[in-house]
């Protein structure tokens, strides 16, 4: 699912009480590995202060790997039992799903046409959400639409 907020910043403001956010981060030499941080601003300030090492080869030439966004609580505790850490999580991940139920526009498989024509002004900035082909989410990334992607566990049956 691809989300496109209407102020990036301001959704994960609203949401950095509970969460964070979990990249997956993949070194020069192809490692890839968790990094947690508060935003994306923290992400970005510690990657240009060369903090973000990776744990196997120590090299800090990092980045982003493609398509790893995943959002979770950091007021999760560890878990004394896999009964208490998988209700949690689904409760973070249901409470999630509904904010963006409620709160994003499903344009479908027109994400790409709407996020753009936002992107151009040619259309009121809101929240959307729906999906992107690979070639879409191309050109997306080369007009420098801000939108995120993110995977959220089927809640149905
Ligand atoms: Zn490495």
């Not at 496109?4 to 993949?26: G, M």
Request: overall charge neutral; proline content about 4%; glycine content about 6%.
């Amino acid at each position: 699912m691809f989300l496109c907020p209407a102020d990036v910043n301001r959704f994960q403001l609203k949401e950095s009480a509970r969460l964070v956010i979990i990249y997956d981060i993949k070194c020069e030499n192809g490692h890839i590995f968790e990094g947690w941080f508060k935003d994306r601003q923290a992400w970005i300030e510690q990657n240009a202060g060369g903090l973000v090492c990776c744990p196997v080869c120590n090299s800090s030439s990092v980045e982003i790997a493609p398509s790893s966004l995943t959002i979770m609580g950091k007021d999760s505790k560890p878990p004394r039992n896999k009964e208490g850490q998988s209700v949690s999580a689904r409760q973070i991940m249901e409470s999630l799903r509904r904010h963006i139920e409620n709160n994003f526009e499903d344009v479908g498989n027109k994400f790409a046409e709407v996020a753009l024509k936002i992107h151009a002004g040619d259309e009121k900035r809101r929240n959307i959400k729906g999906t992107t082909t690979p070639r879409e989410e191309t050109i997306l990334k080369e007009e420098g639409v801000s939108f995120m992607k993110i995977s959220l566990p089927k809640m149905d049956s």
